[in-house]
């Protein structure tokens, strides 16, 4: 599982013409999450991706979404799994089929949910629009 945290001071997704799931944080700043679940990843990878999402200090002041009640757009993004070593096309296979990822990208967000966290998310398997300001920028890849 990997994913892609940065600080932002707002963001949101849009599916054709509704917007999904949006964050307005400027006093706070917040997190976007792009996540992308991995096929060989560990039963238990998305526990560590909340408490990654939800303890890791990149805000400002070092503190972390849980410490200031920061909210996270919470994305499904399987290109992340992308290998490119070799050739032109990336290859897919590392990633995990949608009926695999989307009940982890639900745990994830319903564990974050279960902290205190305002989540919104994107729409699984959808193509989306993803618009964020980000801030500083800081910007983070975890893996687990």
Same mark, same amino acid.
């Given at each position: 599982? !990997?994913?892609?945290? @940065? %600080? #932002?001071?707002?963001?949101?997704?849009?599916?054709?013409?509704? #917007? *999904?799931?949006?964050?307005?944080?400027?006093?706070?700043?917040?997190?976007?999450?792009?996540?992308? #679940?991995?096929?060989?990843?560990?039963?238990?990878?998305?526990?560590?991706? $909340?408490? !990654?999402i939800a303890e890791l200090r990149i805000l400002d002041n070092e503190k972390s979404v849980?410490? $200031?009640?920061? /909210? *996270?757009?919470?994305?499904?993004?399987?290109?992340?799994?992308? !290998? @490119?070593? &070799?050739? &032109?096309? /990336?290859?897919?296979?590392?990633?995990?089929?949608?009926? $695999?990822?989307?009940? +982890?990208? %639900?745990?994830?967000? @319903?564990?974050?949910?279960? %902290?205190?966290?305002? $989540?919104?998310?994107? %729409?699984?398997?959808?193509?989306? !629009? *993803?618009?964020?300001?980000?801030?500083?920028?800081?910007?983070?890849? +975890?893996?687990?």
């Amino acid at each position: 599982m !990997k994913a892609v945290l @940065t %600080r #932002v001071s707002s963001a949101s997704v849009t599916v054709g013409d509704e #917007v *999904v799931g949006s964050i307005d944080c400027p006093d706070t700043g917040g997190l976007l999450a792009l996540v992308g #679940v991995g096929a060989t990843d560990a039963p238990d990878a998305w526990e560590t991706m $909340v408490r !990654k999402i939800a303890e890791l200090r990149i805000l400002d002041n070092e503190k972390s979404v849980s410490d $200031v009640g920061a /909210p *996270v757009l919470l994305v499904s993004q399987f290109t992340l799994m992308g !290998k @490119t070593a &070799r050739g &032109r096309r /990336p290859s897919w296979s590392d990633a995990a089929a949608g009926g $695999v990822a989307e009940p +982890v990208m %639900r745990m994830i967000a @319903t564990g974050l949910r279960e %902290r205190g966290i305002h $989540v919104e998310e994107g %729409r699984f398997g959808a193509m989306m !629009k *993803v618009a964020s300001v980000n801030e500083g920028p800081f910007t983070v890849l +975890v893996e687990c």
